[in-house]
């Protein structure tokens, strides 16, 4: 398998596949269902979700709890998380870059949680074309958030975490967008925590 950038090396090779090792656990998985039932509460009729980056499935076994019918999708580029996904055995599994795939067909929601942030910002344009293309009503992005864009440090590495409004650049972008909600949700939440991770819920029009 071949890669455009040193970031999807990083995480389809080692450091993607420790990294499913450190995030594991039925915690997480409560933490997400609650992070997700107020951004599903906001929305109508979604019956089918797609998600760009699922490691191991923690977001869509949160939403599996919420939406027991719905079709699941997740793309997955590290082959020890995809395999992990696929033992779980609830969705759909794509394994490869979202960079280098076509995107099957259309879900009512479509999002990432972490996943932009790790994205060449030169390729960021082609991930919000295919969040968008994938979107038949929703776009969720959660991140970190910055007003600027800002290049961090990441557990001792350069160029692999990057802040900046994703969501407002898609607003700019696609002008049939709207923005239905958006929140915070705090590492230090004394229930249910998250990684500091603000969220945005876009609609199509």
């Known amino acids: 398998m071949s890669f455009t950038t040193e970031q ?12 499913v090792d450190r995030n594991k656990g039925v915690d ?5 269902t609650f992070f ?14 797609i998600e760009f980056g699922s490691n191991i499935g923690l977001n869509l ?12 999708c997740g793309i997955e580029i590290n082959p020890k998380a995809a395999e992990e996904l696929r033992k779980w055995g609830g969705c759909r599994v794509i394994e490869g870059s979202i960079l280098e795939m076509e995107i099957p067909g259309k879900w009512d929601l ?8 790790h994205i060449n910002p030169e390729y960021l344009p082609l991930i919000y074309q295919k969040l968008y293309d994938a979107s038949a009503k929703y776009i969720l992005v959660a991140e970190y958030y910055n007003p600027t864009p800002v ?33 915070f949700v705090y590492r230090r939440d004394p229930n249910f925590r998250q990684d500091d991770i ?8």
């Open 198 to 205: 603000s969220w945005f819920l876009l609609r199509k029009l």
């Open 61 to 72: 076994m949160a939403l599996r709890q919420l939406k027991p019918h719905a079709d699941l």
């Open 151 to 183: 290049t961090v440090s990441y557990r001792g590495h350069s160029d692999r975490l990057f802040k900046r409004d994703f969501a407002g650049e898609m607003l700019d972008r696609y002008t049939d967008l709207a923005l239905v909600d958006y929140g």
């Open 8 to 19: 999807e090396l990083f995480w389809h090779g080692e450091f993607g596949s420790n990294y």
């Open 36 to 49: 997700f039932s107020k951004i599903l509460s906001a929305t109508k009729g979604v019956s089918s979700i």
């Open 110 to 117: 479509a999002f990432t949680k972490g996943v932009l942030i």
């Open 28 to 32: 997480r998985v409560a933490s997400n």
